[in-house]
């Protein structure tokens, strides 16, 4: 399982360098918002998401929570910003069983979800990226 957490945080780091790079002043630049969401039966998960951002150059650490679903996590992200994600992480659940996880714009739009199925020991994790 954690070797599942760092690889969404290298892609979080890769996807947040790769994308947000701007020559122009960041102090005004615009934002938009998106919402996490997880939905499944009854149990505790960690959860990672890239995490509110505006500014480029203050990335906060704030990026993991141990959650009870269902759950849901609105952040703004400056423009600047070219990518999102979530990693869902569920161990001693029922096996078999079956969570949305997704990533929403700000009007509820769909712009990247999964289905993670737990194996028959409870366990399972799924990383969902958005690209803008």
Known sequence: ???AF??????????????????EDDSDSSSFQITYTLKGPATTAKVQ??????????IPDDYEEIVTTPWQKTVTLIDAVGAAGLSVSIDGGIAGAKYQISILAKD?????D???????????????????
């Open 49 to 58: 998401y890239t995490p509110t951002i505006t500014d480029p150059y203050n």
């Open 6 to 23: 760092k690889i969404f945080l290298l892609l979080c780091t890769f996807s947040f360098i790769c994308f947000s790079c701007s020559k």
């Open 114 to 132: 999964g289905e993670l199925v737990l194996d028959n020991e409870g366990e399972g994790v799924l990383l969902i990226n958005y690209y803008k």
């Open 1 to 3: 399982m954690e070797r």
């Open 108 to 112: 509820g739009t769909v712009l990247e």
